[in-house]
């Protein structure tokens, strides 16, 4: 005992703090892999815009 407290009270404090940890340290990584998500699909949308000004401008073309 230190202070006059059991030393399992310490180890609840230890455990408390080492949950808020590894919590923080999966919504760092959840945040990191959206991003992600989000930038591919963002890149998909760009390339399918892209593509459909490519093809009016080649339909613009044959039509004159």
Do not use: C, D
């Not at 808020?20 to 591919?40: D, H, N, P």
């Not at 963002?42 to 073309?61: A, V």
């Amino acid at each position: 005992m230190i202070v006059g407290v059991p030393w399992w009270v310490f180890m609840m404090i230890l455990f408390i703090f080492l949950s808020g940890y590894m919590a923080y340290r999966a919504i760092r990584a959840e945040r990191k892999l959206e991003q992600q998500f989000i930038e591919r699909e963002g890149n998909i949308f760009m390339e399918r815009i892209e593509e459909e000004r490519k093809h009016k401008e080649t339909k613009k073309q044959v039509s004159n």
